[in-house]
Every structure is written in C-alpha cells, then in structure tokens.
C-alpha cells in the first residue's frame, strides 16, 4: 500500500520514485501510425478481476482491486488498480502505474473516466459496496475473456487491424511535436531513468533528441559523467551547487622553472666507514664530533634563578 502512504512532491525535483512513467499516446502516434491505429482498431479483452486485503498490521483496513485486459486477442497486459484504505477513505486508481485520480475523502464520490492509450473509454464507477470498469462502455464481465479466443479468430482480428492502421495512417496528418503535459510526461520519463537529471536538463535534451526519453537519458548520463574537456557542444551547467555537471577544471600549476641538473649535495660523515650505493667503501679522516658536556643539576629556587 505504498501509493496510500508516499508523499506527492512536486516533478520539479530530480529523480521520480514508483513505478516507471510511460511515454504519451501521442508520442506513438507521431513516431509509428500504423501501430498506434492498429491499437485503436483492436477490442479490449478481459484477463482477469482480483480483489484481495494488503493492510501491514491490519489486513483488512486497506483493499486492492486489480482489472487486467488486453486490446487484441495477442496485445500486452494492461492492469488498472485502485487502492482503498477502509480507516483514512483514501483511493488511489492506477493505470500502467500511473496515478489517473487520488481522492482523500470517503466522502468524495468515485466515478472517472480516462482515455486509454489515445481512443479506448475507461471508465470505473462505485456502484453500492462495489466498484464496476467499463471499456469502451462494455462492463469488465461483459468482455470477451482472452482464454476464449481461438487462433483463427486471432488471425482474423489482427488482420481487420491491420487493415484498418494502414487507411487511417495513410489519410492521417503527422501530429505536432509534444507540449504540455505530454512534455512533462516526457521529461519524468527521462528524471526516471537518470535519477540526477532536473527537469530543465530533461526538457532540453528531449528538444535535441526527437523527444526521445530513453536516448535524452543516456545522453545526459554520459555528458554527466563526462570531464570538462569531453562535455559535447550543447551541453551546459546549471547554477546551484547539485548540478550533476562538473562546473570548472581544476586549476592548472604554473610551469616549473628549469634551472639544469642539480648539483650533488656533498657527502658528510663521521669518523668510520660508509658504503655507497655502488659498493664504494669510503673510509672517513673526519674527527668524531665532541660529546656534549653533562647537564648541570637543577638548583633549587624560582624558574628566573633569581632565589
């Protein structure tokens, strides 16, 4: 029940926590048509509907409702969830991972609607002591179940499909480039990946690489870890003290004087013999140095001697 209990900071900060944010329908609408018209024409089939208790201390306080489906009889997994704690009246309704819809209070009543993946209704409603999905206004246990669905009856469906992405792809117009909340979805999609990347550092890379999130990521992962003299042309430095790029080079040393080879330090011993470094055994004529006198015995009186 972590999405009844985390925080809900503000994207302007580095990183994103939870699960992984997925990219903007419009973004596959604008990077393959025939794919994203092929998803549109395909029918939602059902999975599966659990419901099961994931209170910590107690079971019970919190509940989980899981609806998994697929558009096409072969289409990925798609899983809306809705979390419910019995004690505080907090909701949270997932879709991918995504939160579509968080209410606080019991009191609030449970009914929204949301477009999946640019043109299929989703729609999930509190009806009584039970909640209801609808697709594309089908109620969930109306829906054809995937088991069901024979092979041929898969080629054909996927054929319709096809048929029907490469019409609409031919006669439709190439979609802008991405603003607003597409953008912002972007840009978490790259804070995710590089959890040191700023909002700022994600919005500029994604305007260099075709908003491209997973290729704006690794190149600010390896500008990142790049040295000042590797940084590419547009990369840049941020102002504050958490900018993930290295600001300034170190310092460089002032050269170092050539004053010619060094003379050797002359060599000084005491009287006996010393024995260099190549084997040459020198014997020394110097005096032995005289000992230094015995110290004299401490007197009595105050530390200037003056008692």
């Not at 939602?44 to 910590?56: L, P, Q």
């Not at 299929?120 to 999905?133: G, I, Q």
């Not at 117009?173 to 909002?199: H, K, W, Y």
């Not at 000084?268 to 000992?291: C, E, H, I, R």
Request: with cysteine; hydrophobic share 35%.
């Amino acid at each position: 029940m972590q999405y009844l209990q985390r925080g809900r900071g503000s994207s302007d900060y580095a990183g994103v926590r939870g699960p992984r944010p997925q990219p903007p329908w419009r973004e596959l609408q604008r990077r393959d048509p025939r794919a994203f018209y092929a998803l549109q024409a395909s029918r939602a089939f059902a999975i599966d509907h659990t419901a099961r208790d994931v209170g910590r201390t107690v079971r019970a306080s919190k509940r989980k409702f899981a609806w998994r489906f697929s558009l096409g009889p072969r289409g990925a997994e798609k899983v809306v969830e809705l979390y419910i704690s019995v004690v505080s009246g907090k909701r949270v309704l997932l879709y991918e991972g995504t939160e579509v819809l968080h209410l606080t209070s019991s009191r609030d009543k449970l009914s929204h609607a949301w477009l999946v993946d640019g043109a299929h209704a989703c729609k999930l409603t509190a009806v009584y002591d039970r909640f209801e999905l609808s697709i594309d206004t089908v109620p969930f246990h109306q829906l054809q179940a995937r088991q069901t669905c024979s092979a041929a009856e898969a080629d054909q469906l996927e054929m319709r499909a096809r048929e029907t992405s490469e019409r609409m792809a031919s006669a439709a117009r190439t979609p802008p480039s991405p603003e607003g909340d597409d953008l912002e979805q972007l840009a978490r999609c790259v804070m995710f990946d590089d959890a040191r990347c700023t909002r700022e550092n994600a919005l500029k890379f994604l305007g260099t690489r075709d908003f491209d999130p997973e290729t704006a990521a690794m190149a600010f992962t390896a500008m990142r870890d790049a040295t000042p003299e590797q940084v590419d042309p547009d990369g840049f430095v941020e102002n504050g003290c958490d900018s993930p790029i290295k600001h300034h080079a170190p310092p460089l040393l002032p050269p170092r004087l050539d004053l010619g080879p060094a003379a050797p330090a002359p060599l000084v011993v005491k009287s006996g013999t010393v024995t260099l470094a190549d084997g040459t055994v020198l014997n020394s004529s110097f005096a032995a140095a005289p000992a230094l006198p015995p110290r004299s015995p401490e007197r009595s009186g105050d530390l200037l001697g003056m008692s």
